[in-house]
């Protein structure tokens, strides 16, 4: 694993700190499509940042970036405030991104507690100490109020949110200080919803950095403290939620009041 | 049962996170045993090893002699440290269909080597290498060259008989020296020294399969070799080791079948990989990978050891054989399906 940090740091200590993980004008296309155009992204401890636009605005683009999986043509990628190249997923890993994805990786034969740990198993000469693994995933478990079963349950018999559940919880276990959650509600009740949506509250009291990647504006001004809004391959604004609406994003996304935004 | 159970454990599989879950509701008395017993692997061939041997020892009481106890257990040894490397391999999503073919070369490499002049620790080592050898060759194609190891191992099937007939002009192999019959057929206080070779592999298996790193990785290649990826697990030097692992054990029961017989038979081994692979899916393995236990695998050799040992003991003609594990192997997969359905909800598809 390594991890290609430029030294070069031009924000002060503590500012840079406080930001986890930013983009700096960062394109990327694939082939003649621009999927993105000089996109700026910051977000910084402690807040909860969402992710909007219509399908193609190149929101899992900028996903993709941030955790390692792809590398954008120009533009740079910022962790922490120092310049970072990613060169896999693990590289996002280790600079404390952490993502869950829609489809969460998780395995779905073995039970809570092997998939909570994956490939990161507390072990003494070789062998896994199972006690200590089901223990401190109980602990986080227990802290975040995500229920499960039981730890030797396997996830083919969970539910959704209880997924969600389990990948976070993996997440957390991995010391993430910065947590991507891609359509994190899909596909779940409400119920479950609502759960989902108090565990990412937790994530952000706690001093982590939580971009979420949504479809449901409902979901997004229930939960987001900012709202980037991607049109197009490009930002088309930036909102704090509590002085924006509905309607503002909604024009944002649509691009009705794209006269007033391009130029950026 | 009654539909308040059945709504109550429905509820109970699929709870709605926030909500305190209660899995165990409805689920004692007789039919949740039965319930349990389905679903466990193990309770379930425990329970068919008890029910055969049972109707055996009623047709013939030499069957739960002590002598005839450990025929049965050395007449499983060889094929059980095959099927313990065969469960790996079906862990991780896998099959080897070189295995008879390769116990088969492991025999004889050690055979010649000891008639060539060679030390016995020195023969065995030499026939355990050409195992490993064969296996980092089959397991370089599958997890680099990416062909499917049914292929791979198809071929490796025919290539290996093939290099077992050339390197032997198909003649067996003997006499081999005394001290080497020996280790396959002396005996420790009357338990044969196969039963013991078996046993030990057997326990060192269950806890690298269990216990270790190693296993709770390859769990995880078996059951999703994305998210293992993802997880930072080295999914190709897993993948090649299960093959390095049977191709050693296979070449370790040839050799254990060539002290015991103290021939070194370039014909030994054909169809094995068939029998081999019938027990361990008999033992609850799954053909599509992460589930399967040594424990299962244990028991399922010895299920079809015991209809073998039962068939004979019965006056059945021997030619039954074939017919009564044809059948077992179905019924077994059959009941892996069901298990399926309720445990996973899902079906046995790729």
């Not at chain 1, 001004?221 to 909604?250: K, N, P, Q, W, Y």
């Not at chain 2, 909500?19 to 509701?25: F, I, M, Y």
């Not at chain 2, 290996?160 to 020996?182: H, M, N, S, W």
């Amino acid at each position: 694993m390594t991890i290609a940090a430029v030294a070069g740091d031009r924000a002060n200590g503590a500012e840079s700190e406080a930001k986890l993980l930013g983009l700096r004008s960062v394109s990327k296309s694939y082939g003649h499509v621009q999927a993105l155009v000089g996109v700026d992204f910051d977000l910084a401890a402690g807040e909860i940042v969402a992710l909007v636009g219509d399908n193609g605005a190149g929101k899992s683009t900028i996903v993709k970036i941030l955790s390692g999986v792809i590398n954008p043509d120009t533009g740079t990628i910022l962790v922490r405030g120092r310049e970072t190249v990613f060169h896999s997923p693990h590289d996002a890993y280790a600079g404390g991104t952490f993502s869950v994805f829609q489809d969460l990786a998780l395995v779905e034969a073995l039970d809570v507690g092997r998939n909570v740990f994956l490939g990161r198993e507390p072990s003494r000469f070789g062998l896994v100490r199972r006690r200590q693994m089901d223990r401190e995933a109980l602990d986080v478990f227990t802290t975040f109020g995500i229920k499960v079963p039981s730890m030797s349950m396997t996830v083919a018999l969970l539910s959704g949110g209880q997924r969600q559940g389990v990948a976070i919880a993996r997440a957390i276990l991995r010391g993430a200080a910065a947590v991507i959650m891609d359509e994190p509600t899909a596909a779940l009740g409400v119920r479950e919803t609502a759960h989902v949506l108090d565990i990412i509250r937790q994530l952000r009291d706690q001093g982590r950095g939580v971009l979420v990647v949504s479809h449901n504006l409902d979901l997004v001004f229930d939960v987001a403290d900012r709202i980037h809004v991607l049109r197009l391959g490009r930002t088309a604004g930036i909102r704090d939620t509590s002085r924006t609406t509905h309607a503002e994003i909604v024009h944002l996304i649509m691009g009705v009041e794209e006269t007033n935004e391009v130029g950026a | 049962m009654t539909p308040t159970d059945k709504s109550a454990r429905r509820g109970g599989a699929r709870p709605a996170a926030g909500e305190p879950t209660e899995q165990a509701e409805g689920e004692r008395g007789i039919g949740a045993l039965a319930r349990r017993a389905l679903l466990s692997p193990e309770i379930s061939l425990v329970l068919a090893i008890i029910v055969l041997g049972t109707i055996i020892q009623i047709q013939n009481p030499v069957f739960l002699k002590f002598d005839n106890l450990i025929l049965v257990f050395k007449a499983a040894s060889a094929t059980f440290v095959m099927a313990v490397a065969m469960t790996f391999v079906l862990i991780s999503g896998g099959i080897d269909l070189s295995v008879g073919s390769m116990s088969a070369l492991g025999g004889v490499s050690a055979a010649m080597a000891l008639t060539a002049g060679f030390p016995i620790p020195v023969a065995i080592l030499i026939g355990l290498l050409v195992g490993a050898g064969i296996g980092t060759v089959i397991g370089l194609l599958v997890s680099w060259a990416r062909i499917p190891a049914l292929i791979v191992t198809l071929g490796a099937l025919y290539v290996v008989r093939g290099i077992d007939l050339v390197i032997t002009g198909g003649v067996q192999i003997f006499p081999l020296p005394e001290a080497y019959k020996f280790l396959g057929q002396g005996s420790f206080f009357s338990v044969p020294f196969l039963i013991i070779y078996a046993v030990v592999v057997g326990i060192a298996a269950h806890v690298a399969l269990e216990n270790s790193k190693y296993g709770f990785h390859l769990r995880a290649v078996g059951g999703n070799i994305a998210a293992a990826r993802a997880a930072g697990i080295n999914v190709r030097r897993i993948t090649l080791s299960v093959y390095i692992l049977s191709g050693t054990c296979a070449a370790l029961a040839g050799m254990m079948i060539s002290a015991r017989t103290a021939v070194g038979d370039p014909a030994s081994g054909q169809g094995t990989e068939i029998a081999v692979i019938s027990s361990v899916i008999v033992g609850g393995a799954s053909l599509f990978g992460a589930v399967g236990s040594i424990t299962g695998t244990a028991l399922g050799v010895l299920l079809i050891a015991i209809i073998q040992n039962g068939l004979l003991l019965m006056n059945i003609s021997s030619y039954w054989q074939f017919v009564v594990l044809g059948v077992v192997v179905i019924g077994a997969v059959a009941i892996d399906s069901v298990r399926r359905q309720r445990v996973w909800r899902t079906k046995a598809t790729t």
